[in-house]
């Protein structure tokens, strides 16, 4: 028997074992117009093996470079095509540069640094405002996403300053929700009520109370009964 880890490494799976052996085949005719002739023989072949081919442009052509790869460019065979080389078919991508940024800020980014670039170039005052309020609110809601920490407007503002050589100032001053404010109201809220199942427990504990007063009420009036039942 023949194992797949005998044979040789199948170039395009599209086509099958069958169709490589028989280009492997061609290779080694040496009569130049018959190796042509079953050349032609083969692309037919191929087409009708995929059919799905006809609807790409120019797909004689696509069978043309398919029968090439397969052959490994070993088959020396006149094409009315342009005859592909290994070159051709798997060139090399192109290298593409990676993008340096070196922000001077790294806790705030690169993209900081060009908005500030941008508001120091407005000259319209109320646009220059509206710049320097939302790199405000944007720092501060940077320091306190990677943080977790409260940060006071005035550690802002003097860092703003800083960066812009004091040439921005906000002046509204940036609300950010902070993350230990919100937990702390939300224990604050469950102390209170006693979590999201107080009201049920203790509506619960309501009625056992009725439950046990009618008990005992039962227990008065009806003693004779619970003495004739367990005598």
Known sequence: MEYNTTRNHLIMREYGRHIQKMIDYVITIEDREKRQK?????IELMGFLNPHLKNVEDFRHKLWDHLFLVSDFRL???SPYPIPTRETLKPKPKVLPYPKRYPRYSHLGKNL???????????????????ANSIAYYMKLAYNTWHKELVHDDAIRSELNAITDGQLEFTNTPFVKAYRERDTREGNRFQRGGGKGGGYQQRNNGGNSGRNDRNDRNGKSGGKHFKKRFK
Request: glycine share 4%; hydrophobic share 35%; aromatic share 4%.
């Open 76 to 78: 020396d065979v006149d």
């Open 113 to 131: 640094e060009i908005v500030i670039n941008k508001a120091l170039k407005e000259e319209n005052p109320d646009k220059r405002s509206g710049f």
């Open 38 to 42: 079953n050349a032609h023989a083969l």
